[in-house]
């Protein structure tokens, strides 16, 4: 494995490009574990006491400290009509502020004998006919289904994430404010991906349109954060809670960050918490090709059959984040259904009569490693445990040493409980070299309002560690990196929120399919960032029938080598990097959201194009189109290429630069047609692209 030199560059940060979600923290060491004990003939044991219980972590016997049972009624549902006068929550120790969940104590039962269930809608995942059904579905829920027994809360994820209303009884309340909801709020964020093969998708009698999944990359991963945190919210209750999620599906898009799903799962875990998603679309009819609601389909693949199955693809992947989220937490999905409901009901029978345990663990270490839980009870009650079977330890950093520090990022590699306190954007590209061998440039983006500074002399400092590793579908390591970098940010840190830090680093691989776990961590505070997604490499040798291309970089900046951040003595190493020219690098935009300040670049290469007979030159023809709404807003003059590169063989590199004050603000699609006029052959590269003001 040959690992090219590693640089970091300061990027400008755009406003309003990555809205910040809050994070809700608690530091009690109390371990809480929920217990539901039942017979042989299915129903709740609830004359047990606290000496009938052992508890174990790791095998060692714990000390219960707290031992509660909540035991919820089974009551029938009151209409709204018939219903009592609406129990009022437990008034709180102090005036409670906006926008959290209320604790009196963390650790201590709040509401004792209640059922605790949250409604969470993602505006942001659904369009205004799906925010109707959650909608209407809730208000049924509320007026004939629930109990005197119930405390409902209910959350909002849009942009951020937002308590609308903390638990209570009152059911009046809850109605006023989930009438209150504006519907098609954040509904623009609802993006439906193309599949971005140009054989599929809708034909608009104009150009291919790009898939956006760009996009939707950084909105799954806010919609997972944002599950996130409202369960961290929920952690101090130490009451089992069920979180009813309303989402319109989760869309793949092939470089999911896989350690955010984790990461948002085993803090359900923690606080307790289960996941009961609902497909708010409902029972979904797919018509080959599309509804009346899209445009005809382009390419054949409406007469082969092709069409269909991409779709049922691309609708059930939707669905299996959903299905993860609920099978991993202990709760349920409810699926092709239109009686919304019954994913409600699923959550509030599941929530019977328990025990709460807790325990303060005998073991200080903060390793960040899993410790196994155990409950028992006599064998002679021959009942059914259901509890969590162990949870992931906390990861102290302010309190270790440079060995510590060391061993917890090369921990983290293998840690099934990834850290995600630092966001990631990241982004692979592959650039053919020589034979099957490929240099795959990484590039990741870190914002700079999450970095810590110190003062250090005239200016303020700053030092990150970013570790990660290659392997293959065998799980055999391909390629790993390891770097230490200082970054002195000068007088001008008070800036840094404005800006972005980027990392920059390479592999060379073999055509495969792999998967990359990229760990990133600043030094001051200790905050730690997880990214960890498949990747496919594709062996463009074995392709005799369409053009070899390499994946295309799109990018707002150039920057001068010479003024890398970290790239030091290994700058001759960079000579051979496709991204480097003339002393300048090319800086992958990520998040593809650029000011109309700012130009375009556009790099890609093609390899092995055809000849001319005679003067053995290739003839290749590139533009690239700017369509929005459908629309061809801007192309840029053609670009004729005809030199080969003369560091690697059989490689033409294509550039294009184009200035974004020509372009309104707003979403665009970015087309590159490429023809190789001698072969008659030729591919269209397709992004998104966002300029803003």
Known sequence: ???????????????????????????????????????????????????????????????????????????????????????????????????????????????????????????????????????????????????????????????????????????????????????????????????????SGEYTGAAFIADETEFNVFNTDRKLMGLESAVRMLAPLPEKKALVYFSAGIPKTGVENHSQLEATVNAAIRANVSFYPIDARGLVALVPGGDASKASPRGSQVFTGDAITTQKTKFNDQQETLFTLADDTGGKALLDSNDLTLGIQEAHEDLGSYYVLGYYANNPVEDGKFRRVQVEVPKQLQAQLDFRNGYFAAMAFNKSTSTDRERQLQEALLLGDPVTDLPLALEINYFRLVGDHYFVPVAVKIAGSEVALSRRGAGDTTEFDFVGQVTDAKGQVKGNVRDTIKVKMGEGAAQLAGKNIQYDTGFTLSPGKYRLKFLARENQGGKMGTFETDFTIPNLNADREGLRVSSVVWSGQRQPIAEAIGAGANQKLLVNHPLVYEGQKLIPSITRALTSKQNLYVYFEVYDPARQPDTKKPHVVAVVSFYRQGRKAFESAPVELSTLSTTRQGTLPVQFQVPLNVLKPGRYTCQVNVIDEIAKKFEFLRAPLVVLP
């Open 1 to 199: 494995m040959y690992r090219l030199a590693a640089t970091v560059f300061l990027t400008l940060g755009l406003a309003g490009q990555q809205p910040e979600i809050a994070t809700f923290k608690t530091t009690t060491k109390l371990v809480v574990v929920d217990v539901f004990v039942r017979g042989k003939d299915g129903k709740t044991l609830g004359n047990l006491k606290k000496e009938d219980f052992t508890l174990l972590e790791n095998g060692k016997a714990q000390q219960i400290a707290v031992f509660e049972f909540q035991r919820i009624a089974d009551e029938a549902a009151q209409p709204a009509i018939l219903a009592a006068a609406p129990v009022p929550a437990p008034a709180p120790a102090m005036a409670a502020p906006a926008n959290v969940i209320n604790v009196q104590s963390a650790g201590k039962v709040q509401y004792r004998d209640k059922r605790l269930l949250v409604l969470f809608f993602d505006f942001s995942s659904m369009q205004p006919q799906e925010q109707i059904r959650a909608q209407e579905a809730a208000l049924k829920f509320l007026a004939e289904q629930m109990t005197p027994s119930d405390m409902v809360s209910i959350m909002t994820l849009g942009a951020t994430v937002q308590v609308a209303q903390d638990f209570t009884a009152d059911r009046d309340r809850l109605t006023q404010v989930i009438k209150s909801f504006q519907i098609g709020q954040a509904s623009e964020l609802a993006i439906e991906a193309d599949t971005g093969d140009p054989n």
